[in-house]
């Protein structure tokens, strides 16, 4: 059984605090880790126009 997980870190965030603040941070973190291993929005916009999101987010 792997233990391994597909994201290095996720990002939850307010809205409001996406351009000042998170998109800065999603950045760096993608430098440092690559943006297939953060969970960003902006980074994997397929997967969350899914429209069972709601549902299906958890297993991310």
Known sequence: ???SKRFRV???FPGNLREDF???VATKLAERFG???VLYD???TAE???ADL???LPDL
Do not use: K, Q
Request: no cysteine; hydrophobic share 50%; net charge negative.
């Open 54 to 56: 709601a549902f299906n």
């Open 35 to 37: 943006e297939e291993a």
């Open 10 to 12: 996720a990002l939850s």
């Open 48 to 50: 969350f126009a899914d």
């Open 22 to 24: 998170v998109a800065p």
């Open 1 to 3: 059984m792997s233990t």
């Open 42 to 44: 902006r980074f994997h």
